[in-house]
């Protein structure tokens, strides 16, 4: 569960769109470089940001970044509302003799006259 001040320090982190030094994420919150440490942790152990070593001003910290959180597209893969065959297909495959992928690809281009 996420704390009111992890959560304002995600929301501090996610206004850098390239990420920010955690020695000055700290100053930003105005909170100590330990407790700032900690929370980035916490954080990090979530999934929610990535922290990696860096170099500011020739002193050693880390550049923190909110963790992309890329959702699943399987957009490629249905024809209208009919699942690829492919996926998961163990099949002697020869894609050029496949009825089942023929068939699909005939309604990936119906799909294309319905839009
Ligand atoms: S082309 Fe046919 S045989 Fe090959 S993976 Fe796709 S569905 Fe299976």
Redesign the pocket.
């Known amino acids: 569960m996420i704390m009111e001040l992890d959560e304002l320090t995600l929301n501090t982190i996610r206004k850098h769109d390239d990420g920010v030094f955690q020695s000055i994420l700290w100053k930003e919150m105005d909170i100590d470089s330990r407790k700032c440490s900690r929370i980035v942790t916490k954080l990090v152990k979530d999934g929610l940001v990535i922290r990696e070593h860096a170099v500011s001003n020739g002193a050693r910290t880390y550049l923190i970044r909110v963790a992309e959180t890329v959702k699943p597209s399987f957009d490629q893969l249905l024809a209208g509302d009919i699942f690829?065959?492919?996926a998961g297909?163990?099949?002697?495959?020869?894609?050029e003799f496949?009825g089942?992928?023929g068939e699909w690809i005939l309604n990936l281009s119906d799909g294309d006259d319905q839009s």
């Open positions: 690829s065959p492919c297909c163990r099949d002697a495959c020869q894609p496949c089942k992928l």
